[in-house]
């Protein structure tokens, strides 16, 4: 192997392709990560992940460095126009099954840092920023992507067996792939007003959707003194002007007195809902906004991405060490059900909050209140993943209780609620006792349950029925 032969090409370092390196670098893979930028993107982006996203950075070793950057949050509400509640959600207070509150609020780049820090624990993960990729080749048995340093303009050739683009909405990972997008056509601006209060205000404790006609908007408290107010861009409006500061001080008069806060930045972005048709082609694949993207009203954009390479980053391990590449086969078909299914709600909830149609939005209240104020999107998007490397009860993560994923390791285990069922494992799976899962497998009228190293389950089964759990995995590796 020459000096720039790596086992995996990661294109982009958002908190997608980040999260991805400290993946590999866990795993002992080798990865060269090119970012264009030559630091993380600055604008206001994401704010919410959830408890599993939370997982993931434990299973990486971050999750202690990440939590101090993030606050909590007690849900969300979906106002009518005069501030009356047609119905919400309740973030549950309390550790969730990942093991981990179930929601968490956050700053984008103050997470990207801390992701981009973790990378530097990894000698065989190296992240080369002002790097920006040209071209990805797929060889067959190989890749070759074109890099060209953006400092000195000289371009080189980096060989590698993978190439994952984590490269965002405009990919050129995607373009190399050939994939075309599937538009849900959900193209709405927004302004996006980020602020730090400048002494305590009396605001909510949840995000607030408000569902107004005239003009819908969305607050969401930050956590600290951040509080982020998304404003739709109503037809007819002037997208410059809409960012001007006179204008962004007279929009935000309906909330607050524009004095007591600090304007950290508004800018207009425009949501979409897309999905890329192809996430892989031979050995390069995408994830993250270059395989999908949706409008942010569920807060779960970049959790998807970071499902994505969470989904990924083991497949391509037991690729490495033997597997047959057709174990990449089930990465889309796995991923996708599941993005679509946040996408939808996701665009599900957007309709609800943009309408603008006086008479529209009147019957929507109604049936809403009809409802018993109960009835808002689907909260159960995110339900098992698509069909792929699961079956017998699999395609869900194994609860996780008192950090148990640390027994897990980082390689396939079989988890049971029964001391007594231990002794039937085989000699090369570590087997797990965790008694508090006991009803768990009591519900699934089941003994053990076969976890794969992203922590779904890959099956389940009684205890004398073990050893066929085991032989499905083995003839997948
Ligand atoms: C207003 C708003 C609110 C949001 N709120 C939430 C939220 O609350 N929760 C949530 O989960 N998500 C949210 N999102 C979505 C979230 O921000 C994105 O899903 C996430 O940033 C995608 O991460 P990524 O790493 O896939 O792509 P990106 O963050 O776009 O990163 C891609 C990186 O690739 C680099 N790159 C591109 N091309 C090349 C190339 N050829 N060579 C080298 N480098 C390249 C880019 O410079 C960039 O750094 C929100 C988005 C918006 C706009």
């Not at 991405?305 to 989904?311: A, E, H, M, P, Y």
Request: with cysteine.
């Amino acid at each position: 192997m020459t000096e720039t032969d790596v086992d995996v090409v990661v294109v982009g370092c958002g908190p997608v392709g980040a999260t991805l390196g400290n993946l590999l670098g866990t795993a002992g893979m080798t990865s060269a990560i090119f970012e264009r930028e030559t630091d993380v993107y600055h604008l206001p982006r994401a704010s919410h992940f959830d408890g599993e996203i939370m997982r993931v950075f434990q299973s990486v070793g971050l999750a202690d460095a990440i939590t101090p950057l993030t606050s909590g949050i007690d849900g969300m509400d979906f106002l009518d126009a005069t501030g009356e509640r047609l119905f919400g959600f309740v973030s549950p207070p309390g550790v969730g099954p990942s093991g981990w509150a179930n929601d968490y609020m956050f700053s984008q780049p103050e997470l990207e840092r801390e992701l981009r820090r973790g990378l530097d624990r990894f000698p065989t993960v190296t992240l080369h920023d002002g790097h920006e990729v040209e071209t990805v080749t797929d060889t067959g048995d190989g890749t070759v992507v074109t890099v060209r340093d953006l400092a000195t303009g000289t371009t080189r050739t980096v060989r590698a067996r993978f190439v994952v683009g984590t490269d965002g909405a405009r990919s050129i990972t995607r373009a190399a792939i050939g994939s075309e997008l599937d538009d849900y056509g959900f193209d709405q601006p927004w302004l996006v007003i980020d602020t730090n209060l400048l002494r305590p205000v009396d605001l909510p404790s949840v995000a607030v959707q408000y569902c107004d006609p005239n003009r819908p908007a969305t607050f969401i408290p930050h956590g600290g003194v951040r509080r982020r107010w998304e404003i739709m861009a109503m037809p007819g409006d002037d997208l410059d002007e809409l960012q001007s500061a006179e204008r962004v001080a007279q929009l935000l008069s309906r909330w607050i007195d524009p004095d007591e806060v600090e304007i950290v930045r508004a800018v207009v972005y425009t949501f979409h809902a897309l999905v890329a048709r192809n996430w892989r082609r031979n050995r390069v694949m995408i994830a993250g906004d270059s395989a999908h993207q949706m409008p942010p009203f569920l807060g779960q954009g970049m959790c998807a991405g970071i499902r994505d390479v969470t989904n990924l980053a083991w497949k391509l391990g037991a690729v490495l060490e033997g597997a047959p590449l057709t174990l990449l086969d089930s990465y889309q078909p796995e991923r996708e059900p599941h993005a679509r299914r946040v996408i939808e709600t996701a665009v599900a909830a957007g309709r609800i909050i943009q309408t603008t149609d006086p008479e529209v939005a009147r019957a929507r209240d109604e049936s809403f209140r009809a409802a018993g104020g109960g009835s808002g999107p689907d909260q159960s998007f995110l339900g098992p993943l698509g069909p792929g490397l699961h079956g017998f009860g699999g395609g869900t993560p194994i609860p996780q209780v008192r950090e148990s994923d640390t027994a897990l390791g980082s390689g396939f285990a079989l988890v049971t609620g029964d001391r007594s069922v231990a002794a039937v494992a085989p000699d090369d799976i570590p087997v797990v006792v965790i008694t508090e899962l006991e009803s768990w497998f009591r519900e699934r009228d089941c003994d053990l349950a076969l976890v794969r190293p992203d922590r779904y389950v890959f099956g389940t089964a009684r205890a004398d029925e073990v050893d066929t759990l085991v032989g499905a995995l083995r003839a997948h590796l």
